[in-house]
């Protein structure tokens, strides 16, 4: 199964942006599906954005036009470009791979089995 490690995130102020890594290792990521989720505190952890084995992507609609995300097979990294960062998007945000259940939303966090360890990202207003 994968592994991955999440980097990048730190504080950044209202309006601004961050890059966030994940670090693969255990698979070829160009042959998985993977996503990106947040949990803001006292709050369930929601689907931000996900990249498929074809590098379709997609966004939650609070995202949408801010976020990209992308990833370099040469390294085996996916990343997450967020411009215009709000301070309630205020999170610890992880990364997630290997669908175990293939009828679910891609932005369901029940789709996967190998999760990040997390990164915080703080927006203050």
């Known amino acids: 199964q994968v592994q991955l490690v999440e980097s990048g995130g730190g504080s950044v102020e209202s309006g601004g942006s961050a890059t966030l890594s994940c670090a693969a290792s255990?698979?070829?990521?160009?042959?998985?599906?993977m996503a990106w989720f947040r949990q803001p505190p006292g709050k369930e952890r929601e689907g931000v954005a996900a990249i498929d084995r074809n590098g379709r992507t997609s966004y939650a609609e609070s995202v949408e036009g801010r976020f990209t995300v992308s990833r370099d097979s040469a390294l085996n990294t996916m990343y997450l470009q967020m411009n215009s960062l709000k301070p309630e998007e205020t999170a610890i945000y992880y990364c997630?791979?290997?669908?175990?259940?293939?009828?679910?939303?891609?932005?369901?966090?029940?789709?996967?089995?190998?999760w990040g360890q997390g990164t915080q990202v703080t927006v203050s207003s």
């Open positions: 255990g698979s070829p990521i160009s042959m998985i599906s």
């Open positions: 997630a791979a290997w669908v175990k259940d293939f009828g679910l939303s891609d932005l369901d966090p029940r789709r996967y089995s190998a």
